[in-house]
């Protein structure tokens, strides 16, 4: 993989406070590494020949100053005094800015070995605590950290009882810390096993010892999988469990399902957002839902507001002299408002009957009743009323209002039908069968679920019939208009059996209408049953036979007998829609951070380039500010090393979501110049980005 540089302008040196590391190996490509460096010559020194370990040099003493194992077994020399002041990293008199004056000269470069990630850590704590102006030879930086093997384990005190490095969070404080960045004690790996919901910190013994080697092969670092959980405390995004990383739930997570033909690490930046056929549909809906009448002469109902008509396929008459429109479904003229509620702002239907007389209070309070019948494939009714404002007698009932959808008149026998080219009879392939069974199937389903809650209820549906059925979504039904029969024919003199019984009769008409995809299939029974006993499974046909004539004992339709019969099929449409669920949820969960990931950004526009504040020493050239400008160039500005700009989102949304989840995880930040270099984590940048949007806001 190329290394990547910054561009060569812009923000240049930074301001004294931040001290510089030079010389260091190029940045990660794309600086998407979540690991550390392990330079080539990651090997242990080894002892000349003859040598005694207790002659030896202890490398932690050379590296860090001090050896956590020296009075636990080390066999290493720990003598600090033939260490010159200059090796020593947490001397003060090495600490500061004055660092990065001479330090520097090594510049960057396509030349300089590439970073590669999931290493151990010992390359940052090296680089980090190691001033590079000091005379240790650069292989020393880059060496592994040494871990001694203990003389006698038995004899080991446990590892958790031994201090650990004082850690000091306020890592961004050049004032506390004499030194920026380059004096930092960089604290272990987070050794403790956080429980899952990451409050609880558990601080029991036994913490991974952080310097620990783990040998990588050139085969493993040739198949580094970036997603890959292999134990290793470099892991920390990729195995939280074993770590007490705060849980990053701020990280997208691939849930599945999972294309196929891509290695497991690899992503498309599609695969990050939700599906386009998905997020049209949405937009459409939303679209819909917020369409308004230019000039319109409707007026408000009751608490109904922006009433846009619905049913404009069906005519109706312009002005007084014009012809009667024929009535409805309902035996009167029906409209079809869309309107928003001046009560909750939420959208509603609105249909209205025109020229309807009320005769009986009790009539409309039967919608009482209806209201609380919830059930998935009813659309649920909310009120009725009586009114004049549309100057005649009207009655209005107020619906759930679904965008976009059709009724199944208009999905399967409109002119517009994708199955209008189907007629009865016609030949079809058995993978056109197969399909139009399982709509079927699915239709059965959710109508039986239906009329299951409304006859448990005590009510009858009596409006299963294609135009009052709703396609809401992908084989997604619902009945509706629901309780409009019951308060016009409120003294129709009609038993409740009678009514439930007449369902189960449109049921099977409905089902034989579209099986035989021939609106009138009733009208010949008997040859539209032979065509479904031709063409689909003998299931579906005893279902109807089940519908049309009822039980064989000659008593009334149940719907438990019903569900029994379709059972199989119940399974198989329940199992189908958890495997929706599964989608949908799947889907959400890559819109999931979006708006925190805007928010970011958001800040990020407001902190930098602001040209009223160039000139304000204490705005421009702090080194919060400097910081994120180099950090907005680690996001967004790489190039490769021909100069090119590397446009890879996947880049952006992972170092975003880093940065807002303040992970530990360090970067290598270049000035332009390449004169400067900054390492850095992004729990460093969080806290920078956060002092410096809150000092614009106190300056607001
Ligand atoms: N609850 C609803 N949510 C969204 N749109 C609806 C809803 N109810 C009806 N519609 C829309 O109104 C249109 C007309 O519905 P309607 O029930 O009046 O059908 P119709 O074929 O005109 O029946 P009728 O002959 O009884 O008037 C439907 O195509 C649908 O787009």
């Known amino acids: 993989m190329s290394s990547l540089n910054p561009r060569a302008e812009g923000p240049s040196s930074p301001p004294p406070l931040y001290a510089a590391v030079s010389g260091l190996k190029t940045p990660p490509p794309n600086g998407r590494a979540t690991g550390l460096y392990n330079g080539s010559n990651s090997v242990s020194p080894r002892r000349a020949k003859g040598e005694a370990a207790n002659q030896t040099q202890c490398r932690n003493i050379v590296i860090y100053g001090w050896c956590r194992y020296q009075d636990r077994g080390c066999i290493f020399n720990h003598d600090t005094s033939n260490i010159s002041p200059s090796k020593n990293p947490t001397s003060p008199s090495q600490s ?23 290493q151990s850590p010992s390359f940052v704590n090296a680089v980090v605590a190691s001033p590079p102006q000091s005379k240790l030879n650069p292989k020393v930086l880059e060496a592994a950290v040494f871990t001694p093997r203990m003389g006698v384990t038995s004899a080991t005190p446990p590892i958790s009882s031994a201090p650990l ?52 092969t050139p085969q493993q670092h040739a198949q580094v999988n970036p997603y890959a959980h292999q134990n290793n405390p470099t892991d920390v995004y990729y195995g939280q469990q074993s770590y007490t990383q705060p849980l990053q739930y701020h990280l997208y997570a691939p849930l599945g399902p999972h294309k196929q033909n891509l290695l497991s690490y690899q992503k498309t930046v599609h695969d990050l957002f939700l599906k386009d056929h998905a997020r049209e549909d949405l937009q459409k809906k939303a679209e819909a839902t917020l369409q308004t009448l230019p000039n319109s002469t409707l007026p408000n109902v009751d608490s109904y507001h922006t009433l846009v008509p619905l049913d404009l396929h069906t005519p109706k008459p312009q002005g007084k002299n014009a012809p009667a429109p024929a009535p409805s479904t309902f035996g009167y003229t029906s409209w079809v408002y869309k309107a928003i509620s001046s009560k909750d702002g939420m959208p509603y239907i609105l249909r209205r009957l025109e020229g309807f007389r009320l005769s009986n209070e009790k009539a409309i309070r039967v919608v009482e009743h209806w209201k609380r019948v919830l059930n998935a494939s009813i659309v649920t009714v909310h009120d009725a009323f009586t009114t004049r404002v549309f100057g005649d007698n009207s009655i209005v009932f107020v619906f759930d209002y679904f965008p976009l959808s059709q009724t199944l008149q208009e999905v399967h026998f409109g002119p517009n039908s994708r199955y209008q080219n189907r007629h009865h009879g016609a030949h079809q392939n058995q993978t056109q069968n197969a399909n139009t069974e399982h709509m079927l199937w699915s239709y059965i389903v959710q109508i039986a679920s239906a009329l299951k809650t409304i006859h448990a209820a005590g009510l009858a549906a009596r409006t299963i019939q294609p135009n009052k059925l709703l396609l809401t979504n992908k084989n997604r039904i619902r009945i509706n208009c629901c309780s409009i029969f019951d308060v016009l024919h409120f003294e129709g003199g009609r038993t409740l059996l009678e009514l439930q019984q007449d369902d189960y009769i449109a049921f099977g008409k409905l089902i034989l209408s579209i099986a035989c995809n021939n609106p009138h299939a009733i009208n010949n029974a008997q040859k539209s ?16 036979l089940y519908v049309f004539n009822g039980p064989a004992n000659g008593g009334p339709r149940t719907m438990d007998e019903l569900l029994s019969m379709v059972s199989f099929q119940l399974i198989q449409n329940f199992d189908s829609s958890l495997h929706q669920n599964d989608v949908l949820e799947s889907q959400l969960s890559k819109e999931l951070e979006n708006g925190r990931l805007v928010r970011l950004l958001c800040k990020f526009g407001f902190i930098n380039e602001r ?18 400008m180099l950090f907005r160039d680690y996001v967004f500005h790489q190039v490769d090393e021909a100069g090119n700009p590397v446009i890879d989102m996947v880049h952006v949304l992972s170092c975003l979501n880093k940065l807002d989840a303040g992970t530990d995880e360090r970067i290598m930040l270049v000035s332009r110049d390449e004169q400067n270099c900054l390492i850095v984590s992004f729990r460093e940048l969080k806290r920078a980005i956060e002092s410096s949007f809150s000092e614009l806001q106190k300056r607001g």
Not at 96 to 118: C, I, Q, W, Y
Not at 529 to 543: A, H, I, Q, S
């Open 529 to 544: 049953m032979d065509y479904v006993g031709r063409t689909f499974t003998p299931e579906l046909k005893n279902f109807l």
């Open 96 to 118: 500061g800015s004055h660092l990065n004056a001479d330090m520097s000269k090594r510049k960057l470069n396509v030349e300089s070995a590439s970073f590669t990630p999931g």
């Open 165 to 216: 490095p004082q850690m000091n969070l306020n890592l961004m404080d050049p004032m506390m810390q004499g030194g920026g960045y380059m004096q930092q004690e960089i604290p272990p790996f987070p050794n403790l096993s956080q429980t899952f919901d990451g409050m609880a910190l558990d601080q029991s013994p036994m913490p991974p010892n952080p310097y620990e080697y783990t040998p990588v």
């Open 611 to 628: 040209p009223e504040f160039a000139h304000d020493r204490t705005w421009s050239e702090t080194g919060d500010r400097y910081l994120i």
